[in-house]
């Protein structure tokens, strides 16, 4: 079952059998829907209360094509899913349409309901993971920097520090994974290379990402740690708008696999 959250969009004619197909099995795994007529101003009114918009692409409707391509825009620009459900003899004229590109998922009738079902159920945890606060661990022996770094992400994350490597090998064994781990580059007793090697080395922390946050910008070091394929190297000097942008895109490239168009 899926937990208390955001809704699925779901835009089709009223009283149809694929509506009532929707309708009827998606809240039987606790999908919740919000079923709209295929109205733009409809849907912006509730653009903001789901994350998956289903649409069942009537090609005998005048404004298909334009709901399509809202859709497709809203998706692309917030990082949200549209699938799509298309009557067989209509799915060639559907496909030519640019907007049916940016689809995750297009379902032909007649349709395997099973297949939505599941489709949607895990797209719906996907989103669930995203939008839950993630919890950062900040690795760093500056703890005047530290303390910068909790003021500036308290509000999006939770934070934990800790002031040396070592600790942060000890914090590891002992406690939950972190969702993402921050991590300076001169530390006094093992250096953030040398972290990085020894977690990625350890099968219980090998998959948690790694950030460089550090004030380290020489080629070499950048290099040396490049070598080590961690999930990005930022530096200290950067604002704290940039900081929040660059972990959001960090978080925003998980799903994107997810939400892009399923070959």
């Known amino acids: 079952m899926i937990s208390e959250g955001r809704s699925i969009v779901y835009i089709g004619?009223?009283?149809?059998?694929?509506?009532?197909?929707?309708?009827?099995?998606?809240?039987?795994?606790?999908?919740?829907?919000?079923?709209?007529?295929?109205?733009?101003?409809?849907?912006?009114?509730?653009?903001?209360?789901?994350?998956?918009?289903?649409?069942?692409?009537?090609?005998?409707?005048?404004?298909?094509?334009?709901?399509?391509?809202?859709l497709s825009d809203l998706c692309s620009d917030e990082h949200r899913s549209m699938c799509l459900i298309v009557d067989n003899a209509a799915h060639e004229q559907v496909m030519k349409m640019k907007s049916a590109q940016r689809a995750t998922h297009i379902y032909t009738r007649p349709l395997n309901m099973t297949d939505i079902v599941d489709d949607l159920t895990e797209l719906s945890k996907t989103y669930e993971e995203?939008?839950?606060?993630?919890?950062?661990?900040?690795?760093?022996?500056?703890?005047?920097?530290?303390?910068?770094?909790?003021?500036?992400?308290?509000?999006?994350?939770?934070?934990?520090?800790?002031?040396?490597?070592?600790?942060a090998v000890r914090y590891l064994k002992n406690n939950t994974p972190p969702d993402l781990i921050l991590l300076d580059y001169e530390m006094p007793d093992l250096d953030g290379y040398d972290v990085m090697r020894l977690l990625h080395g350890t099968p219980q922390t090998?998959?948690?990402?790694?950030?460089?946050?550090?004030?380290?910008?020489?080629?070499?070091?950048?290099?040396?740690?490049?070598?080590?394929k961690p999930d990005g190297y930022l530096l200290k000097s950067m604002r704290k708008s940039e900081l929040l942008d660059a972990l959001n895109r960090f978080f925003v490239m998980k799903i994107l696999h997810c939400s892009m168009p399923q070959k």
């Open 206 to 228: 090998s998959e948690i990402p790694i950030i460089f946050l550090t004030g380290v910008d020489d080629r070499a070091s950048v290099m040396r740690v490049v070598n080590l």
């Open 130 to 167: 995203f939008r839950r606060t993630k919890t950062l661990l900040v690795v760093d022996d500056d703890e005047d920097f530290f303390m910068i770094m909790k003021h500036w992400l308290k509000k999006d994350y939770n934070i934990v520090g800790v002031h040396s490597g070592i600790d």
């Open 13 to 70: 004619p009223e009283k149809h059998v694929v509506t009532q197909a929707v309708e009827n099995r998606l809240p039987e795994v606790g999908l919740k829907v919000i079923s709209l007529p295929p109205d733009i101003d409809e849907i912006n009114r509730h653009r903001d209360s789901a994350d998956i918009f289903l649409c069942y692409a009537d090609c005998s409707s005048p404004k298909t094509e334009a709901v399509m391509h809202y």
